[in-house]
């Protein structure tokens, strides 16, 4: 059989893996790539998917970065099921929507834009929501340990990952030529412990195994610890008259906020004059879900709701779901807890809660998941003096907490402790859902403690996989599929624009007061972005 690795290779965005056998070609997620513009302009490249040629998709949970570009998938002639588990199935029509009312948007604007400067105003969305209403058609959902056979040969199986509601580690049965192999994709690795979910499934015996290696570098604080200093955050603009801005995703961070924030209100530290908002239309609907389907919860979690109590609700939470809502939150005076999405702030309402408080000194913005490379978030946490949002520059005065115990993702220490569960050390392993310099480091890791095969698959890379014998590469990526930089004729043709104006500086100061200040600003803004440039280097 032939597997292609269309996303999350030496990448933590953008999950899909397509397997070709000898009577079907299916794919394990089908995720949206998220980070720089580089990164994202893969989400346009859809003939590298040959959706027609697709029998069937299997996703292992609903984040976008694993079901983001299902919608695209169907508008370029998928039209074969999506299998999932039960809550997958819910969250990923509400997220669907979602992403594809953010792409008709963000067109949209672009185009206005384009028509204000007098350009052609062509911009199209990624996809619409006409486009992710239609998947919600083909989505059929299945229960963990449920063995279901979606094409000839093939048999799957979920199994509980821990991560999310709903999310599964896949196992799949392949039989060719009178001998079957088993492959194993983790999905996203559930921490062990953490609120509302079980712990994940371990899982014994595979072939070939596709392991997540987020955080294959480092290991999370503990839960009493991250919920300590959740506390300090508050505490800290509590006391402080200024607001706590949580970024968090919409499915299971929010949710788990929530859960904290019960916890803290349970120990008498939560202010009971404090307001919290929830600033997401989609993390309130999430959140209905996630209530839904609290019998896929840990045992501790039914305990509280089978005793009429509701961890995902506190007596000031409020539901912000207009934009007016939204907007009166910084328009009132005083503390106040805003959760609100996008988790690594490129996207959605957070950006305008940054944009009113990064600059307060009292201000807290608590960071409480992976940040990916490219994004605001990760510019933030890793000490970003200034940052743009909205085409303005930003200081940074407010404290950032960065609580790496509340990720829904194993750290070094459990990957390493699930991986040791498989009994055979003939298998091979692919380390996907990871930066390089963490897949490095987890693999050396492996290799020296349990032995096993390790591959860092690229973006793009085509291997034909068979039991016992080599790994076979039939197709690395070329050269001009990874960016390239021209710097000699980038760096020389800002020089030349220097030059020009700098020849016409009598010009320029001729012209009326009004031109020369607007000129002045332009060069102004020009120069603060190199100001920025020269940081980073």
Known sequence: MKIKFLGAARAVTGSCFVIETDKARFAVDCGMHQGNAQIEKRNWNVKIYEPEKIDFFIITHAHIDHSGLLPLVVKNGFHGPVYATEPTGDLVKILLLDSAHIQEVEALTKNKKMQRWGKSADTSPLYTIKDAEAVAGLIKTKTYNNMFSPAEGIKVNFQDAGHILGAAIVEIFIEENGTTTKLVFSGDIGRRHQLM?????????????????????????????????????????????????????????????????????????????????????????????????????????????????????????????????????????????????????????????????????????????????????????????????????????????????????????????????????????????????????????????????????????????????????????????????????????LEAKISYLKERKKTITSLPVSKQIEIRDALQEADTRVDDIKTDV
Do not use: C
Not at 232 to 246: F, H, L, V
Not at 252 to 278: A, H, I
Not at 294 to 314: A, C
Not at 383 to 411: L, M, P, Q, V
């Open 197 to 493: 979910m079980e712990d994940p499934v371990f899982i014994e015996t595979a072939d070939f195994l596709f392991m997540e290696s987020t955080y294959g570098d480092r290991n999370h604080k503990g839960e009493e610890e991250s919920l300590e200093e959740l506390f300090e955050a508050i505490n800290y603009s509590y006391s402080r008259g200024e607001k706590i801005i949580i970024p968090a995703f919409a499915v299971e961070r929010t949710q788990e906020m929530l859960y904290s924030l019960y916890l803290l209100d349970k120990q008498g530290k939560l202010p009971k004059d404090l307001p919290v908002f929830l600033d997401s239309p989609l993390a309130i609907k999430a959140t209905e879900i996630f209530r839904a389907y609290h019998t896929y919860m840990d045992r501790e979690t039914r305990e509280i709701v089978k005793n009429g109590e509701d961890p995902l609700d506190l007596p000031q939470l409020q539901f912000s779901s207009t934009t007016e809502q939204s907007m009166r939150i910084n328009e009132m005076k005083g503390s106040a807890i805003v959760i609100s999405a996008s988790g690594m702030a490129n996207a959605g309402r957070i950006r305008h809660h940054l944009r009113h408080n990064l600059w307060r000194p009292g201000a807290s913005v608590v960071f409480v998941g992976y940040q990916a490379e490219g994004t605001p978030g990760r510019a933030i946490v890793e000490g970003a003096k200034k940052i743009r949002i909205f085409n303005e520059d930003i200081a940074i005065k407010a404290k950032i907490f960065t609580i790496g115990g509340f990720s829904a993702h194993a750290g070094q220490n459990q990957l390493m402790e699930w991986l040791h569960n498989f009994k055979s050390r003939q298998m091979k392993v692919f380390l996907v859902h990871g930066e390089l310099t963490a897949q490095e480091t987890l693999a050396s890791l492996i290799r020296e403690k349990i032995g096993f095969e390790v591959t860092i698959p690229e973006y793009l890379e085509e291997i034909i996989l068979q039991p016992g014998a080599k790994i076979q590469e039939i197709k690395k990526p070329f050269e001009e599929e990874k960016p390239r930089i021209d710097w000699d004729t980038l760096l020389g043709a």
